[in-house]
């Protein structure tokens, strides 16, 4: 099975202070046991292939039904090392 990067970030931003969408977003994203790397200005996670859309919808709906004006999310095939 193939493996996925998805880098993720959820606006508004402030500093320190996630606030539910962010929070809610990366919740929607562990509840699938997938670890969400939390990062100041943006967080990612390693998902396969065929969870990967599913996952991204519902941090999607996580992050717009808690308040986010904006989310970017970018995805890239995991290169082997």
């Not at 099975?1 to 202070?17: A, D, I, K, R, Y």
């Not at 200005?41 to 859309?53: A, E, Q, R």
């Amino acid at each position: 099975m193939s493996t996925l990067v998805v880098e993720f970030t959820v606006e508004p931003f402030v500093e320190g202070q996630p606030g539910p969408h962010v929070k809610q977003a990366v919740a929607a994203v562990e509840r699938h046991g997938v670890k969400v790397d939390f990062g100041p200005f943006g967080s990612s996670f390693s998902v396969g292939v065929d969870l990967m859309p599913t996952v991204v919808a519902d941090m999607m709906r996580a992050a717009y039904g808690n308040g986010a004006t904006f989310v970017s999310v970018s995805v890239a095939r995991q290169l082997a090392s």
